[in-house]
């Protein structure tokens, strides 16, 4: 059994931990910056002050 530590107190553990399969986390920078572009594309604002429209 595996001790624990939490605030200075200690605890036993019980139970056995099980295996869990890993994960491997990639960044794919194309798919990101793509993404980014058609979310700006989407978000086309005109803005309008003093009666005058503005596109942002």
Do not use: C, D, F, I
Request: proline share 2%; glycine share 4%.
């Amino acid at each position: 059994m595996t001790v624990l530590t939490y605030r200075g107190q200690e605890y036993l553990q019980h139970k056995e931990a099980t295996p869990k399969k890993v994960v491997e986390l990639s960044y794919r920078s194309n798919v990101y910056t793509s993404r980014q572009a058609e979310a700006k594309k989407q978000m086309q604002a005109s803005l309008t002050y003093r009666g005058n429209t503005y596109q942002k």
